[in-house]
């Protein structure tokens, strides 16, 4: 089993940075890849970064070169860097990983393990 637990989220202005952080724990021995989705209401829960254990990361498009996804050198911590936000990153952001075999990056396979969302809301 593995938990994870998300922190950092909040109320934010157009234009402004947050950094969500997920504090990974339980079984992480197996874990190779970790991640970053959101879901706005309405819509459908996205994949927002990826990172696996040596470090190549993906992104949505929508978020390239304002997101970064991270880890600390434990792998017990993944972290979300937003800056530039706009009103169309108000969503639930969730943190999750996958263990054992490798991930496609571009259509990962659904995650193993999710944590509970934090709450990104962009308004003026």
């Known amino acids: 089993q593995v938990q994870l637990v998300e922190s950092g989220g909040g109320l934010v202005q157009p234009g402004g940075s947050l950094r969500l952080s997920c504090a990974v724990s339980?079984?992480?021995?197996?874990?190779?890849?970790m991640g970053w989705y959101r879901q706005a209401p309405g819509k459908q829960r996205e994949l927002v970064a990826i990172?696996?254990?040596?470090?190549?990361?993906n992104y949505a498009d929508s978020v390239k070169g304002r997101f970064t996804i991270s880890t600390n050198n434990a792998k017990d911590m993944v972290y979300l860097q937003m800056m530039s936000l706009k009103l169309e990153d108000t969503a639930v952001y969730y943190c999750?990983?996958?263990?054992?075999?490798?991930?496609?990056?571009?259509?990962?396979?659904?995650?193993?393990?999710w944590g509970q969302g934090t709450q990104v809301t962009v308004s003026s």
């Open positions: 990172i696996t254990s040596d470090s190549n990361t």
């Open positions: 339980g079984n992480i021995f197996n874990i190779r890849t």
């Open positions: 999750s990983t996958w263990s054992n075999s490798a991930v496609n990056l571009g259509k990962p396979r659904p995650a193993d393990y």
